[in-house]
């Protein structure tokens, strides 16, 4: 697998996912959901909890677990990695437009092999989007145009992530909301890749076809079950294949984000939603936590 997808966020789209303003409308209910990923915090008579997103997710996914509905209703404060309302923002756009595009001559066609080029016309072509509509913007983006658009063919709906879902709740609530980076940031970290890093995830994704797909479902899959070890080893293995990708999108951000996170454990109750991706592994929030001294326990 490699080191980017539409699904955790954040990797790149499981990493980081666009979505669209209607992305705050209700979800279906459907049969409950198994555990899901949430981690409770513990220390100085102070509990909070950790929750590992999908940034894109299917209908069958809700009603979330329960276990994650009722430490919701306890939290009095929202962290996530950026305002989900920001990142469909008009001046979002244009940040877009002027990172995720072409101004120096060069085109996909210039930067990519024949056979990749030819590979990526051909998957276009079956989500019936022309490739003049990609031509010009830079691997990064289209990793996340194509992924994207074949994702929520496949039935998975940007709408329907963790991250959007909460992010809902909480304005409904009224509960107070902390973003731990800009969404601006958020696309410096997939602009400010090498080229020739965006080009070899992007290869790694033509290469991989429909497989691709199948690994989405059995990330989806191991999240609803709680299954840390199975997401560390499909959301991780593949990423920490390029060590640059892996120590910009995942180890330098969850190093950011620690201070702004203990900030908010400190006073309890806090109820912190990222990409899953950051949840597990060597250099994880958990294992973060548990090493300054937390108690960290899968709920």
């Not at 049969?31 to 950790?50: C, Q, Y």
């Not at 092999?113 to 691997?139: C, D, F, H, N, W």
């Not at 400010?192 to 990330?219: C, F, M, Y």
Request: proline share 5%; hydrophobic share 40%.
């Amino acid at each position: 697998m490699k080191n980017q997808r539409p699904i955790a966020t954040e990797e790149e789209h499981r990493v980081l996912q666009f979505r669209p303003r209607s992305a705050l409308q209700s979800p279906p209910v459907q049969t409950p959901a198994s555990r899901g990923f949430i981690w409770s915090v513990e220390r100085d008579g102070k509990t909070s909890w950790l929750v590992g997103s999908l940034h894109v997710l299917t209908q069958d996914a809700y009603p979330l677990p329960a276990a994650m509905e009722q430490a919701f209703t306890r939290a009095k404060t929202l962290i996530e990695e950026t305002d989900v309302n920001e990142l469909s923002s008009p001046d979002m756009v244009g940040i877009v437009a002027t990172k995720g595009l072409f101004t120096n001559g060069q085109t996909l066609e210039t930067v990519l092999t024949p056979s990749a080029y030819a590979k990526l016309t051909q998957r276009m072509a079956a989500t019936g989007l022309p490739i003049e509509m990609v031509r010009m913007m830079r691997p990064w983006m289209v990793e996340l145009t194509l992924s994207g658009v074949e994702l929520q063919k496949a039935g998975f709906d940007p709408e329907l992530g963790i991250d959007v879902h909460y992010r809902r709740k909480a304005g409904d609530n009224g509960m107070a909301l902390s973003m731990l980076e800009t969404a601006a940031e958020q696309i410096d970290y997939l602009a400010g890749l090498p080229l020739d890093v965006q080009i070899a995830q992007l290869q790694q994704t033509l290469d991989e076809g429909d497989a691709e797909l199948k690994e989405v479902r059995e990330i989806a899959a191991a999240w609803r079950a709680g299954d840390a070890p199975a997401i560390e080893q499909l959301l991780l293995k593949g990423m920490k294949d390029s060590p640059a990708y892996y120590q910009s999108l995942v180890v330098n951000r969850n190093r950011r984000w620690m201070p702004k996170i203990e900030s908010c454990l400190a006073t309890g109750n806090c109820f912190v939603v990222v990409g899953a991706a950051h949840m597990v592994g060597t250099d994880g929030l958990v294992t973060m936590l548990k090493q300054k001294g937390y108690k960290v326990s899968q709920q």
